[in-house]
Structures are given as structure tokens and as C-alpha cells.
């Protein structure tokens, strides 16, 4: 886990305040540097984003999400950092001189990842102290959700230190994508400039518009792009005989006047006027935040089927549920109770997933039910009943059920259970489940479990063992006041 581990953020605009976002709630300690007064302001609206979306993406609870704090030097920001991320503007002197500072307060051998979408590595690395704990781990925004990073090194790049920064990447659940040969724009870039300056012939032309050039992209190829890539959607197009034969059907297209790639429209105010106009009528009725939002919530549910299935970008996800989830459970296992005290026990820590959520925007019903049944079952196994007992024939059944719901979960909060025991005896107990978030108690849920013999179909006295610490507990609990609302009948009133 990252408990205690800082990165140092140097650049708070959009790409920074991603980066930021994505260290934070992944555990990390943060600490950003930017001389604008706005930047806090910039960075926790970004971070503000994040928190909404990118707990969609687990279906395991999220860490604890670290401290952030605002540097008011770039020394202040470095300190103790065991990953810094530059992310200031594209100006290879500005980031010479930022380099500089760095290195001089930084730890020796701490990486400094570059969120260049232009420069190579030996460029950024020029008159450097130290030229190779410098790289490019160029992000795609946002930051906080999409999990590409171009890790690119040079010839005087320090392997181990590329290596080191690429499982921190995998770490907060990027995927590095490790670049052979440094070039300029490095991989996806190249591609985009590609389309970039062929759209805007196409606009400058009149033979489309902005909006009729986004619909070809996201009602067409860019659903294929998103799930298989550029090689694999053609060779499926190539069908049974595969890439071969898309190659020697479309390879002579290649020759023919198609695109305008080598050439270049003149970049003027007629043609800044003529896209930003047409921009502006496509989508100015919605503020920038507002697109963020709908992007977002856009790029879960896609990323979210592509989890499901196991598949593209969804595999980096599921891996980095399943990288978290050991030693998550094995923290949150640290605040259950293991023994009778005089307080009701916390059986339960967890956190609320998207799939417990409702069409209100709430946590469903059967989720409630699920935080007492997790709460009842780890009490069961802390007195002695849990499946090795059930193994040997007996185990407690839920015989009823009473649930009140006092207040709202909502996605990402932090659930608790805590039980106290009401009566018992050795055939049964009467339990009563606080749900809490904070000090907030959302909902209660009061059941009677008896003690069965699987094999012969009815209630029996537990093991003296069972029964042995279900007593002490019982018996810690019997000088508690009673819960309010213990008892009730459905509809009665308060």
C-alpha cells in the first residue's frame, strides 16, 4: 500500500491537477507547486471530479485518500517526494529551469516524470545534474480516469529508476507503455496530430463541420478505436484471412490523394474564427465543468463494460483491483472487533461500490441488508461459528429481520456495522446492527438467529465452545441501554 508515500506535483493546471487527483485518491500525499494564485482553486475542482468518478471504476472499497497541500516553493513541494511529476507550460527553457530546483532538493534518485506531449527525454535531460532519473510519462486527460502514461527514456535514462516509476504508475492504476526509441510527440500524439490536421482541411474546406467531424469519430471508428485499437480492428476487417488480406485489399488506397497529412492549412485568424465559431455553436451551451462531468460519466460506463469483459483498458482496471484488494482486506480486517467488550462491536468496514447504488443515486436496500449480513457473519466466525462449523452441521439461521432507514448512503462513503447483542441463550440471539457512516447512523437492522442442526432440520443448544463466548459477549452488552428503535413493529409511530 502507499500509506505515508508523497508525490510532489509540479504544475497545477489540468494535467497537473489530474495528476494530483489520481496520487491523492490512490493514498498518496500530494504536495502541488504553481505560482498562480488560482491554483488551489483549479486543482480541487479537478480533484472534486475525481472523487465523483473514479471510485465508479473499483469494485473493491478505495484507500484512504492522502493529505494535499499546496507548496509555496518548489524546494517546499520536493522534499521527501518519492515521485515527482512535472507539468508546467511547453516551454523546454521553463522546464530546464524548474529541472534545476528540482534536483537540487530532491532526493538522489528520485524519478521526475515529464507530462510532455512534445519534447523527447534527451531534450529535457539537456545540462542536467542528474540526466537520468528524467523521463517522459506523458497522461492522456483526464489524468484521474484514462490509465495511459507514455513512460519514455533516453540512452542516459537510469533502468532502474524507469522501472521504479513504471510499477508507481501501475501502483495508482495507470498503465505505463513503455516507448522503444524516443521520437517526437512519441506514439498517440503522433496519431492524433495526424487526424488533427486532416479535420481541420476538412472544416477549412467546408467540406464538414466540427460537430459532423466528432459524430464520424465517436458514432464510428472511435467505438472500435476505443476497445481494439488501430491493428486489431483491421485485421478483424480483414476477416477470416486477417491482416494479410486487409493489407493487399486496402494497401494500394495508400498511394492514392486521400488525405492531406504532409500538407499544412495556414494557420490564420480566418481559420481560428471559422473553429472556434463552429466549436462554440456545437457545444458552448455547456460550461467546460459541465463537459468534464458528461465526459466522465461517459468514459465510466464505457470503461466499466470494457472491465466487465476483461478487455482493452478494463484488464488495467480489474488488475488494479485485484493488486489493492489483499492488503485492503487485510487493513480493513484491523478495525473489526475480536473479542466481548462493553460497546457494541464493530463487525463491519467497507465502502459504498456503484453497484450499490439505486436509481436515486442511493445505496439500494439489499445493500443495507448486505452490510448487517457481513457484520453477523464476522461475528459468527469471532465466537467460534464460522464454515468450519457450518462444515461439521450446525450454524446459525436468520429467522427475522427488521430494517429501519434513517438517512442516505451515497457512492464512496465509508460504511460501518456495529452490533450489539440484545438477548441470547443457547438456542438463538436477538442482534441489532447499527449501519453508520461517521457518526451518522443511516439505517438499523434488529434479527433473531437461531441455532440449527443442518442435518436434522431444527434448533439445538450450540457447542459449549459457541455458546462459551456468545455468553461473554451477551453478558458485556446486558448493562448497555437499549438501541432506540430495538423492538419496533413496521409503521409504528416514534
Request: aromatic residues 8%; charged residues 25%.
Amino acid at each position: 500500500m502507499t500509506k505515508n508515500r508523497k508525490a510532489a506535483i509540479i504544475g497545477g493546471g489540468v494535467i497537473g491537477g489530474g495528476w494530483a487527483a489520481r496520487f491523492l485518491l490512490n493514498g498518496w500525499d500530494v504536495a502541488v507547486f504553481d505560482p498562480d494564485p488560482e491554483a488551489p482553486r483549479k486543482v480541487g475542482e479537478v480533484i472534486g471530479n475525481a472523487r465523483k468518478s473514479l471510485p465508479a471504476l473499483s469494485d473493491i472499497p478505495m484507500v484512504a485518500e492522502g493529505k494535499l497541500t499546496f507548496a509555496q516553493t518548489i524546494t517546499e513541494a520536493v522534499q521527501g517526494a518519492h515521485y515527482i511529476q512535472e507539468s508546467v507550460s511547453e516551454r523546454l527553457d521553463l522546464k530546464h529551469r524548474v529541472y534545476a530546483q528540482i534536483q537540487q532538493a530532491a532526493e538522489l534518485g528520485t524519478p521526475i516524470g515529464s507530462s510532455t506531449s512534445g519534447f523527447k527525454p534527451s531534450e529535457l535531460q539537456e545540462n542536467a545534474a542528474n540526466p537520468s532519473v528524467i523521463f517522459v510519462a506523458h497522461p492522456f486527460n483526464p489524468v484521474y480516469l484514462l490509465p495511459l502514461a507514455e513512460v519514455v527514456p533516453s540512452a542516459k535514462s537510469d533502468a532502474s529508476v524507469i522501472e521504479n516509476a513504471k510499477d508507481i504508475l501501475r501502483e495508482i492504476g495507470m498503465f505505463p507503455l513503455h516507448v522503444r526509441k524516443e521520437i517526437d510527440a512519441h506514439i498517440a500524439d503522433r496519431f492524433l496530430e495526424a487526424v488533427w490536421r486532416e479535420a481541420l482541411w476538412l472544416v477549412k474546406d467546408g467540406v464538414a463541420t466540427t460537430e459532423e467531424i466528432d459524430e464520424a469519430i465517436r458514432m464510428g471508428f472511435g467505438l472500435r478505436w476505443g476497445q481494439m485499437g488501430l491493428f486489431e480492428t483491421y485485421r478483424v476487417a480483414g476477416g477470416e484471412a486477417g491482416m494479410k488480406h486487409f493489407m493487399a485489399q486496402f494497401g494500394p488506397c495508400l498511394t492514392w490523394p486521400w488525405t492531406k497529412l504532409m500538407d499544412v492549412p495556414e494557420f490564420n485568424d480566418e481559420l481560428v474564427d471559422l473553429i472556434a465559431g463552429q466549436s462554440d455553436a456545437q457545444s458552448g451551451h455547456h460550461t467546460i465543468r459541465e463537459l468534464e462531468r458528461i465526459r466522465d460519466g461517459n468514459l465510466i460506463g464505457f470503461l466499466r463494460s470494457l472491465k466487465e469483459r476483461n478487455w482493452g483498458a478494463g484488464k488495467v482496471l480489474r488488475e488494479h483491483d485485484e493488486r489493492r484488494a489483499v492488503a485492503l482486506h487485510a487493513e480493513l480486517a484491523k478495525g473489526i472487533d475480536t473479542g466481548a467488550k462493553a460497546a457494541p462491536l464493530v463487525m463491519y468496514h467497507g465502502q459504498v461500490l456503484p453497484g450499490w447504488i439505486d436509481y436515486n443515486g442511493h445505496m439500494t436496500e439489499s445493500r443495507y441488508l448486505f452490510v448487517c449480513s457481513e457484520a453477523c457473519d464476522n461475528f459468527l466466525r469471532m465466537i467460534g461459528a464460522g464454515m468450519d462449523y457450518v462444515a461439521a452441521g450446525h450454524s446459525f439461521y436468520t429467522a427475522e429481520t427488521h430494517i429501519r432507514h434513517l438517512g442516505e448512503a451515497r457512492l464512496g462513503d465509508a460504511v460501518r456495522g456495529e452490533m450489539q447483542i440484545l438477548t441470547a441463550d443457547e438456542k438463538r440471539f436477538r442482534s441489532f446492527v447499527r449501519i453508520m457512516i461517521g457518526d451518522t447512523c443511516v439505517a438499523t437492522v434488529e434479527q433473531l438467529c437461531l441455532h440449527v442442526d443442518m442435518k436434522a432440520g431444527k434448533t439445538m443448544p450450540a457447542s459449549p465452545e459457541v455458546w462459551a463466548k456468545l455468553e461473554g459477549v451477551a453478558k458485556a452488552h446486558a448493562g448497555l441501554p437499549m438501541p432506540e428503535g430495538a423492538g419496533r413493529a413496521v409503521g409504528q409511530k416514534k
